[in-house]
């Protein structure tokens, strides 16, 4: 069976000082969603932006705005996000003792919420899950940094596409995604690639058609 896949590079690998025509640029080049990557510096080592510059995006990505929280508590910030506009929401399973009322919460604000698993936790951690969500995102890394090398998930994606079956859930893969890994993984069940430097090495908004290039040789692998 042929199914789309979707590039979704993050703008954690683009120039902090010009998101707007960042995004632009990778729109412009090809790319399916946006994914902007939330960091706390407590439920992973690293800070990166919140509500406010989320916000700041919005009003240039025309496509999805598909933002990944990696933050703990997510709960008290859910509204926020609804207010800044993002359009899918992902919670990680790990964050906290309450996942089904985040994931009610951030549908409840009127977002596709997705669920997402560090390399450590089990497939069957989402499994239960299925019913309250748009989304699951496997992860490839460990969160936190952009560059890292990729760790091989493809066993659990291909549980979770099994149990997914014909719903209507994207199974997102995020970290070290490149023209050499993607073929596994999407062969394994995954639908939509979080690619950071493996779209933007190389270019800049002056030379946004390497990050064409760039997303094209990804898609391209993808098709096998
Ligand atoms: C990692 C982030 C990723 C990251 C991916 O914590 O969630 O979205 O930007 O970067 P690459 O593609 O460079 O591994
Ligand atoms: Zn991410």
Known sequence: MTRTVRIAPSILSADFADFAREIRAIEDQGADWVHVDVMDGHF????????????????????VMDVHLMIAPVDPYIDAFAEAGAD????HVEAGPHIHR???????????PGVALNPGTPAEAALPLLDLVDLVLVMTVNPGFGGQAYLDMTGKVRTL???IGDREIHLEVDGGIDPGTAPGIVTAGADVLVAGSAVFRGGSVEAPEVYGRNIAAIREAARG
Do not use: C, E, S
């Open 102 to 112: 985040t994931l009610q919460a951030i549908r409840a604000a009127g977002m596709r």
């Open 88 to 91: 899918i929401l992902t919670a």
């Open 161 to 163: 596409r099994a149990a």
């Open 44 to 63: 992973v080592p690293n800070i990166t932006f919140g509500p406010p510059a989320v916000k700041a995006f919005r009003p240039h990505v025309r496509t």
